[in-house]
């Protein structure tokens, strides 16, 4: 069955970096377009980025882009986010999540960011 | 990009049918066919539940419908059930980004 797990989250510091990867299984990564898709502590969902299945592209919401890059390594069944700039307004969990059918077929179990000084 | 309009709470009693509504615009949930709807139990990740309007993935109970009128997407589910207590999120396709979500709503089952 399709797995999504999300790791690389953790407590960072405004203004610092981090990496999420999530690895895929299960299913046909290199076919798949993927999601980043997060949720603060307490409110909604909110898409974050997307990209292509063969990494050619990407699309960014607007609370994100210049900060973060969505990536991929179909070789290793594994997706990237690359997260700049960290501002404490990005404290979430980060969601991996599979498009199929322009839906959110699949999701991770989350991991959390906490950007706190 | 605005989030897509829901009500922050329904409730409803066992048995019961209730309708969850998601109000957009043209550039979205009004001019494609590409609305769908996600269950999330606190702590958890979300499910799909229904998607391209109005299409159930394998396993979602057919108490579980979807519907959509110009700019206005629903979801309905019937007989209603002690485990549907939930909170529930609409998201769209949009012109200008390829996903927007609704600000989500909390189904209480009394």
């Known amino acids: 069955q399709v797995q999504l797990v999300e790791s690389g989250g953790g407590v960072v510091q405004p203004g610092r970096s981090l990496r999420l990867s999530c690895a895929a299984s299960g299913f046909t990564f290199s076919s798949s377009p993927m999601h980043w898709v997060r949720q603060a502590p307490g409110r909604g969902l909110e898409w974050v980025t997307l990209l292509s299945y063969d990494g050619s592209i990407t699309y960014y919401a607007d609370s994100v882009r210049g900060r973060f890059t969505i990536s991929r390594d179909n070789s290793k069944n594994t997706l990237y986010l690359q997260m700049n700039s960290l501002r404490p307004e990005d404290t979430a969990v980060y969601y991996c999540?599979?498009?199929?059918?322009?839906?959110?077929?699949?999701w991770g179990q989350g991991t959390l960011v906490t950007v706190s000084s | 990009q605005s989030a897509l309009t829901q009500p922050a709470s329904v409730s409803g009693s066992p048995g019961q049918s209730i309708t969850i509504s998601c109000i957009g615009t043209?550039?979205?949930?009004?001019?494609?066919?590409?609305v769908s709807w996600y269950q999330q139990y606190p702590g958890k990740a979300p499910k799909l539940m229904i998607y391209e309007i109005s299409n159930r993935p394998s396993g979602v109970s057919n108490r579980f419908s979807g519907s959509k009128s110009g700019n206005t997407a629903s979801l309905t589910i019937s007989g209603l059930q002690a485990e549907d207590e939930a909170d529930y999120y609409c998201?769209?396709?949009?012109?200008?980004?390829?996903?927007?979500f609704g600000g989500g709503t909390k189904l209480t089952v009394l």
């Open positions: 043209s550039t979205d949930v009004g001019g494609y066919t590409h």
């Open positions: 999540v599979r498009d199929r059918a322009m839906s959110f077929d699949s």
């Open positions: 998201s769209s396709y949009t012109n200008r980004n390829p996903r927007v």
